[in-house]
C-alpha cells in the first residue's frame, strides 16, 4: 500500500489533503506537536468531516495514524514513505525542513532509491521550491545528488474554506466546504504520477496559482478588511453586505482582467469563477471568522502576496485598481491584539505615519500615483468608519 506522511494534523489537514489521501486509499500518518490531536488519531484511526454546500452530510475518514513530529519514530517514517505533504502554514515550513532533512539522510544512508514526493500545500507561491531551498540547508552535500535524482518537490495550488469546526463534541471533527481544488505542477514529479483523487495534475501551475492568489485570496482579505472596518464579525456577514459585495466583487473583476491579459483565460468563464468564489463566501453554513482570514496582515501585504501582487500586475497592464487599492487601505485598520503582526502594523502606523509603513511592507514608492491614491482612500474609509 502506498505511505504518506502529512504534517500538520490541524483543520486543513484533516479536512482538505489528509482526506483527498485517505479517500484514494493511502495510508496516511499525521506529523504534528498537538499532543491531543495526536492520542486521539493514534487511538481511533478516523475522524468525521462534516462536509457544507447546498446541503450538509458527514463523511468518515479511516485508515489513518499520527506520530509526534519531535520523536525519532517520524524519521524513521520519513526513511521508508511514498509521499509527503504538508499543510502547516508557510512560516512552520522552515521549522520541518530540518526534520525532513535528517530523514532523507537516512533514506539515503539506506539506498532506498523508491522515488519520493514532497508537495507543500500552502497558501504560498511555490511553497514547495521553498521548502526544498530549506531542506537543502541542512542536507549534507554528499546525498545532494540522491536528492535530485530521487525526490520530487511539487508545487501546487490549494483551495478550500476550512473554517474552525462547530462541533465542539469531537476534537477530531472538522467541517469544510464542499469545494476544493488541488493543483500540482507536474513536471515536478518523480517517478509517476500518483493517482489521487481530487488532485489534478497541470504543466502550467502559476496561471492557477495566480488565479486562486488573485481571486479566492483577494477577495476574501478584502471582505475581511471592509468587513471589520463595518464592525462584522463573519464572512457570511460581511460579503451580506450589499456596498462591501459590490466592492470586493470589482476588486476581484479588476486582479482578474491581470490574468485575462497575462494568461490568456476566457474572461466569461473567469466571470463565472469569481461569482462561484462570491457564492462560497456566502455559504450560511461556513462560519467563517474575519479575524481567522485577517490575521497576518504583514504577510499578506507582502510584495508577493494577495493585495499587492495583483495591484502590480494592474499597473504592468493599466487596468483599472481602485478597489484593490481601497482594498489595501482597508488592511491598515486591521485591529486584532492577539495577532503579533496586527499589532506591530498598528504600531509603525502609529510611529510613522500611512507612507512610512505602506513603503516598508509592501515595497511600494511612497511617493507613487497608487501610494497617494493609498493614503487617499485610506482617510475615506477613516472619515466613514468614524
Not at 491579459?261 to 466569461?268: I, T
Not at 501582487?309 to 485598481?321: C, F, H, V
Request: glycine share 8%; aromatic share 6%; hydrophobic share 40%.
Amino acid at each position: 500500500m502506498t505511505t504518506a506522511i502529512h504534517f500538520g494534523a490541524g483543520n486543513i489537514g484533516r479536512g482538505f489533503i489528509g482526506k483527498l489521501l485517505a479517500d484514494s486509499g493511502i495510508e496516511v500518518t499525521f506529523a504534528d506537536v498537538n499532543q491531543q490531536l495526536i492520542s486521539e488519531l493514534q487511538s481511533r484511526h478516523s475522524y468525521p468531516v462534516h462536509i457544507v454546500g447546498s446541503e450538509v452530510r458527514t463523511e468518515i475518514v479511516t485508515g489513518v495514524n499520527a506520530v509526534d513530529s519531535t520523536r525519532p519514530e517520524l524519521i524513521e517514517l520519513i526513511a521508508d514513505t511514498d509521499l509527503i505533504t504538508t499543510a502547516v502554514g508557510p512560516t512552520v515550513l522552515t521549522l520541518i525542513a530540518k526534520t525532513l532533512a535528517i530523514g532523507l539522510q537516512l533514506r539515503f544512508e539506506r539506498d532506498n532509491q523508491r522515488p519520493l514526493n514532497i508537495i507543500a500545500c500552502e497558501n504560498q507561491v511555490r511553497g514547495t521550491s521553498f521548502l526544498k531551498a530549506e531542506v537543502l540547508k541542512h542536507l549534507p552535500e554528499q546525498y545532494q545528488t540522491k536528492l535530485e535524482r530521487h525526490v520530487g518537490f511539487v508545487d501546487s495550488a490549494v483551495d478550500r474554506i476550512v473554517p474552525p469546526s462547530a462541533d465542539a463534541s469531537d476534537p477530531l471533527a472538522v467541517t469544510v466546504e464542499s469545494f476544493s481544488e488541488w493543483i500540482v505542477d507536474q513536471t515536478q514529479f518523480k517517478g509517476d504520477v500518483p493517482d489521487i483523487k481530487g488532485m489534478e495534475p497541470t504543466d502550467n501551475l502559476m496561471a492557477f496559482v495566480e488565479r486562486k492568489l488573485f481571486t479566492l485570496n483577494t477577495g476574501h482579505i478584502i471582505t475581511a478588511y471592509l468587513g471589520a472596518l463595518a464592525g462584522y464579525r463573519t464572512i457570511g456577514e460581511a460579503i451580506a453586505d450589499a456596498d462591501i459585495r459590490a466592492q470586493v466583487k470589482a476588486a476581484m473583476q479588476e486582479s482578474g482582467a491581470v490574468l485575462v491579459k497575462r494568461y490568456g483565460f476566457d474572461q466569461e468563464q473567469h466571470q463565472a469563477y469569481i461569482e462561484k468564489i462570491l457564492g462560497r463566501f456566502a455559504n450560511p453554513h461556513l462560519v467563517d471568522e474575519i479575524d481567522r482570514v485577517g490575521r497576518q496582515p504583514i504577510r499578506k501585504l507582502g510584495a508577493n502576496d494577495r493585495l499587492i501582487k495583483p495591484l502590480l500586475g494592474t499597473l504592468e497592464y493599466g487596468i483599472d485598481n481602485t478597489n484593490l487599492l481601497k482594498g489595501i487601505a482597508a488592511a491598515f485598520f486591521y485591529k486584532n491584539d492577539a495577532d503579533p503582526q496586527a499589532v506591530e502594523l498598528q504600531q509603525m502606523l502609529a510611529q510613522q505615519g500611512l507612507r512610512p509603513a505602506l513603503s516598508h511592507y509592501t515595497g511600494l514608492d511612497p511617493d507613487s500615483a497608487s501610494a497617494g491614491r493609498i493614503e487617499e482612500l485610506y482617510h475615506q474609509l477613516n472619515r466613514h468608519s468614524a
